[in-house]
């Protein structure tokens, strides 16, 4: 069924701010973000069924960081892997082989990264929508289509159980159903593909020797000969990627095919599952249609490539704070229309960061299949560092219409020395400044006189929540190059400076959207 929504005339039953259209690991973290900015929310989910082969999700600091200010940072910890699960990566000619490269992840942040269930990371965070009373969840209740409005949309659900419909009428409609989004069909938005997708096979199986051998020397992810190991981080399970021919399919014996592209002998105790799969590194023509948005693998399309879910995490916090803004009355057009651009945007370059690390990976089959010298491979990863670590997000700096660019460069050139606080980059916050931050914009202030403070008293006068953190700590003003730093929810810098502007209302205009010239 089109936006348009042939047929779809009902009366609405139900009303709602914000319908969340997908409970898994993205809709629930979006409601949560609603609720945290104190907007009601619908969230419908059809009958939730296990995976047949769970995984687990790697979390980098900064996702934990985000999940650390709506109070899951724990909840993760609690039934994560640990920080001692395996997440480094290792190059072979062959298992028996030495290891021609080896890297181990490390962070910076004041969270460390987790790897962590992505099933039970998802049921827990239902449990903790289903207990929010600002979120109304509806477990096994279906989407059916939508009718796109002006200044709504009306959208058709069908109950479980009963199959009686129902309609809701969303001020907004969030789409955080997955890789095959019927919201997404609803708007008939199209998935661009970077390229001509290449067939796959993944072997899901149980090996005691291969946990031993790299799994328990802190190894989750092992490139050899013509294919990759990834430990899925329980029981023993590990799954095997081995790319096919144009004319190839799954085998009826796939662990011979297994044992043919890592040339080496491999008895598993137990296949759990074979799957074929595309590679797709996708992203969605446009992330809006009016009040509706599409959110996380809705609008990019790149797994199985990457196990990481930053950037759909990513998408759901930055889509939160902005409706939650529009909704709440302060924030103005431009802020809401900046999600497309600052998360699009972010998608396109993850997509091209994949793509170069995937043809790394192919490019050192083929010349380990060619019989390359261990020489040659190691001056061909050591020539390509920047692409033989994980396949994770490219960064978090951003350029946005909603971010303040004064006079000095946002950008710093590559023998500069850039400066500690950016206007779009991450604040460079420990955990004890981040558990300061506002649930809103946050005005720190490390001046001496307090300069923060009549400008703080201003927004609050125009209806915009900003707290103010005055803080003299010195390792704070050691790292921060600004006395006056403007934070948002999701904690970029918005605006910096060394002293209070002339024109504060200017400012304010801009980083709120009420004006983005």
């Known amino acids: 069924?089109?936006?348009?929504?042939?047929?779809?005339?009902?009366?609405?039953?139900?009303?709602?701010?914000?319908?969340v259209v997908g409970a898994g690991t993205v809709g629930a973290i979006l409601a949560l973000e609603l609720a945290h900015h104190n907007v009601t929310s619908i969230v419908v989910e059809r009958a939730v069924s296990e995976p047949r082969h769970p995984g687990f999700d790697l979390l980098a600091g900064r996702s934990m960081e985000l999940l650390r200010r709506l109070g899951l940072a724990t909840l993760v910890r609690q039934h994560g892997a640990g920080p001692d699960?395996?997440?480094?990566?290792?190059?072979?000619?062959?298992?028996?082989?030495?290891?021609?490269?080896?890297?181990?992840?490390?962070?910076?942040?004041?969270?460390?990264?987790?790897?962590?269930?992505?099933?039970?990371?998802?049921?827990?965070?239902?449990?903790?929508?289903?207990?929010?009373?600002?979120?109304?969840?509806?477990?096994?209740?279906?989407?059916?289509?939508?009718?796109?409005?002006?200044?709504?949309?009306?959208?058709?659900?069908?109950?479980?159980?009963?199959?009686?419909?129902?309609?809701?009428?969303?001020?907004?409609?969030?789409?955080?159903?997955?890789?095959?989004?019927?919201?997404?069909?609803?708007?008939?938005?199209?998935?661009?593909?970077?390229?001509?997708?290449?067939?796959?096979?993944?072997?899901?199986?149980r090996s005691e020797d291969l946990t031993r051998r790299f799994a328990r020397r802190g190894l989750s992810t092992v490139i050899v000969g013509g294919g990759a190991l990834v430990s899925r981080g329980d029981d023993d399970t590990w799954i095997g990627h081995l790319r096919l021919g144009p004319e190839e399919s799954i085998t009826t014996d796939p662990v011979a095919g297994l044992r043919a592209a890592l040339a080496v002998r491999l008895d598993p105790e137990e296949v759990l599952g074979v799957t074929q799969w595309e590679d797709s590194l996708a992203v969605a023509a446009?992330?809006?249609?009016?009040?509706?948005?599409?959110?996380?693998?809705?609008?990019?399309?790149?797994?199985?490539?990457?196990?990481?879910?930053?950037?759909?995490?990513?998408?759901?916090?930055?889509?939160?704070?902005?409706?939650?803004?529009?909704?709440?009355?302060?924030?103005?057009?431009?802020l809401l229309a900046s999600y497309e651009g600052e998360r699009r945007q972010r998608a396109l370059i993850d997509r091209e960061m994949l793509a170069r690390s995937l043809e790394t990976r192919r490019r050192f089959s083929r010349l380990a299949k060619a019989g390359a010298t261990r020489e040659l491979l190691a001056e061909v990863l050591r020539q390509e560092a920047h692409r033989t670590g994980d396949a994770g997000p490219a960064g978090e700096r951003i350029a946005s219409p909603v971010i303040w660019a004064d006079d000095h460069p946002q950008w710093s050139l590559p023998d500069e020395v850039p400066p500690t606080v950016t206007p779009g980059a991450l604040v460079p916050a420990g955990a004890q400044l981040l558990d300061r931050l506002g649930p809103e914009l946050t005005l720190v202030d490390l001046t001496d006189d307090d300069a923060g403070r009549p400008l703080v008293a201003a927004a609050r006068k125009r209806g915009i929540p900003v707290a103010h953190v005055v803080t003299a700590d010195p390792a704070v003003r050691t790292h921060w190059d600004h006395p006056l730093v403007l934070v948002r929810p999701d904690q970029h810098v918005a605006w910096r400076a060394k002293s209070a502007p002339d024109d504060w209302e200017r400012v304010l205009d801009l980083v709120t959207g009420c004006k983005t010239t």
């Open 85 to 205: 699960e395996p997440t480094g990566l290792q190059w072979s000619q062959g298992l028996d082989d030495p290891p021609i490269l080896t890297s181990v992840g490390c962070t910076v942040q004041a969270e460390g990264r987790q790897r962590v269930s992505g099933a039970r990371f998802a049921k827990h965070l239902r449990d903790a929508a289903r207990r929010h009373p600002l979120i109304d969840l509806r477990e096994g209740w279906t989407f059916a289509g939508l009718r796109v409005e002006s200044d709504c949309a009306v959208a058709e659900l069908v109950a479980a159980g009963t199959g009686d419909r129902h309609f809701v009428e969303a001020r907004h409609v969030a789409g955080c159903d997955g890789a095959h989004s019927t919201v997404r069909r609803c708007l008939e938005v199209p998935m661009e593909r970077l390229s001509t997708p290449a067939q796959h096979c993944s072997v899901h199986f």
């Open 286 to 334: 446009t992330y809006q249609r009016g009040p509706a948005y599409l959110v996380g693998e809705a609008a990019h399309r790149f797994h199985p490539v990457t196990e990481s879910a930053d950037i759909s995490i990513g998408d759901a916090v930055d889509l939160g704070w902005k409706l939650a803004a529009a909704i709440n009355g302060w924030g103005g057009p431009g």
């Open 1 to 19: 069924m089109s936006a348009q929504g042939v047929g779809l005339l009902a009366t609405p039953a139900l009303r709602t701010e914000v319908l």
